[in-house]
């Protein structure tokens, strides 16, 4: 394990540094899981790129638009703390609850956690049920890429080799919209061996709008829009539930591996999507 | 090419020239003799590695000393004041809260964080305060009691 550590004092600095060899850098934020792979000899850089003392990406704050924008060094444990996102994406704090452990919350970041793209991770069903998107920079300008084109494979993204991913931006969602972040594992540290972020809205006893994303099923994290449009304006009884979630599961592709086969993964897709919906109606009918 | 970083532990000031692959682990360790945090996993799961930066539960297997520097780092060996034993410390012995010992360290910083945070801990509190440090040997009831009895005597101790 033998690199040089670089530590820019702001963007542009660090753009510049990585522009000089993309291909020999990775960027460091917390290191949670950067580290690890590097110690596992999976990623073999010359230069570790510190984004710590860039401080403008250190910011969760409100766009003029009303978005909320997180910036790319906010850690979890800050996200889980923050007044703004607890009030506009109780959801996303909802899957970041439930991420490793306390130390990995503590110092882990969420542009980090998306930049890596593990499967089984806890916050990229959640920003995609946000329709989040994130922005990133390189010498050649900024680019604003939906969450859902960023994330490409397994631990791939669609960041270039000199591209810094600098936030995360969540559009304002309904106040009618009630959600909920399940996480099926056998272990608490352990990654979702399905996850599902459900997103409600009811009017009139119908369903108005909604949004399903499941992870840990698949290469990467999904929509499952076709099990979304199967509530449209229905009222969401066992039978349509149970459809519902039949449709999601059926949208999943996961593997088999040490943990749990992919029939397995499959079947509590389904068992986690109707839980999460069962939750959230039962709820409304009590409010 | 090594990289001098200022550090401070358990209350002094230290400088160490560090690779800069080098793990806060092993500067602890290896440099300072600080041998509270211990090697486990070194894959960021177990907790055995754990410290206190600024106050919070780290992994110091998962950390570079070069990111860490100008940062207060407490370990185990921080804790007892004048010889005498943190009132956490205490409790783990009266509670029996280890049996091999190799976790303790790691559990009972863990604990100092939560209780520096929030001193009026549930058990659940507690349960989810140390879900970063693995013990193979009490099955946690003796560990959770003990930091318990250590929330108990941080009040006494505020209200005496």
Excluded: W
């Amino acid at each position: 394990m033998k690199f040089e550590v670089l530590e820019p004092r702001t963007l542009d600095e660090a753009v510049f540094l990585l522009s000089k060899a993309p291909e020999e850098t990775r960027v460091i934020a917390g290191g949670q899981s950067l580290l690890l792979m590097i110690r596992s000899g999976l990623v073999m850089p010359r230069f570790l790129l510190s984004l710590s003392h860039v401080k403008e990406l250190g910011e969760i704050r409100l766009t003029p638009e009303k978005n909320v924008y997180i910036g790319a060094t906010v850690t979890h444990r800050e996200v889980l703390n923050s007044q703004l996102l607890s009030q506009r994406a109780a959801i996303l704090l909802q899957a970041v609850f439930r991420i490793g452990s306390t130390p990995v919350r503590n110092f882990g970041t969420l542009g980090g956690n998306l930049c890596h793209n593990e499967m089984g991770s806890d916050p990229p069903p959640a920003l995609l049920a946000l329709n989040a998107s994130v922005e990133c920079v390189s010498g050649r300008g900024r680019r604003k890429v939906p969450l859902a084109d960023f994330l490409t494979d397994y631990f791939e993204t669609s960041l270039s080799a000199d591209e810094i991913l600098i936030g995360i931006e969540i559009p304002s969602i309904s106040a009618n919209l009630k959600t909920v972040y399940l996480k099926h594992t056998f272990r608490s540290g352990d990654l979702a061996l399905v996850g599902v972020a459900a997103m409600i809205s009811m009017q009139d006893g119908v369903c108005e709008e909604m949004r399903l994303a499941l992870g840990g099923v698949g290469p990467v994290p999904f929509r499952a829009s076709k099990a979304e449009k199967l509530a449209q304006q229905k009222r969401l009884d066992k039978e349509v539930i149970e459809e519902v979630a039949i449709a999601a599961a059926d949208a999943s592709d996961p593997i088999s591996d040490a943990h749990a086969s992919a029939d397995y993964r499959k079947k509590m897709a389904r068992v986690f999507v109707r839980r999460a919906l069962q939750g959230l109606t039962s709820a409304g009918e009590r409010a | 090419m090594k990289r001098v970083i200022r550090l401070e532990v358990n209350g002094d000031e230290v400088e160490v020239a560090v690779e800069p692959a080098t793990l806060l682990l092993d500067v602890l360790r290896d440099s300072l003799g600080l041998t509270g945090a211990r090697r486990g996993c070194e894959t960021s799961y177990c907790g055995a590695c754990t410290v206190l930066i600024d106050g919070r539960v780290a992994h110091s297997c998962a950390i570079l000393a070069v990111l860490a520097g100008e940062r207060k780092i407490t370990t185990v060996e921080g804790l007892a004041q004048d010889g005498k034993l943190d009132p956490l410390q205490e409790s783990f012995i009266e509670h029996n809260g280890f049996q091999c010992g190799y976790c303790t360290p790691g559990m009972i910083l863990a604990a100092k964080a939560l209780l520096m945070e929030n001193p009026d801990v549930t058990e659940a509190d507690v349960r989810r305060g140390i879900d970063g440090n693995l013990c193979r040997c009490t099955g946690y009831q003796k560990i959770v009691a003990a930091i318990m009895g250590g929330a108990r005597k941080y009040a006494e101790k505020r209200n005496a």
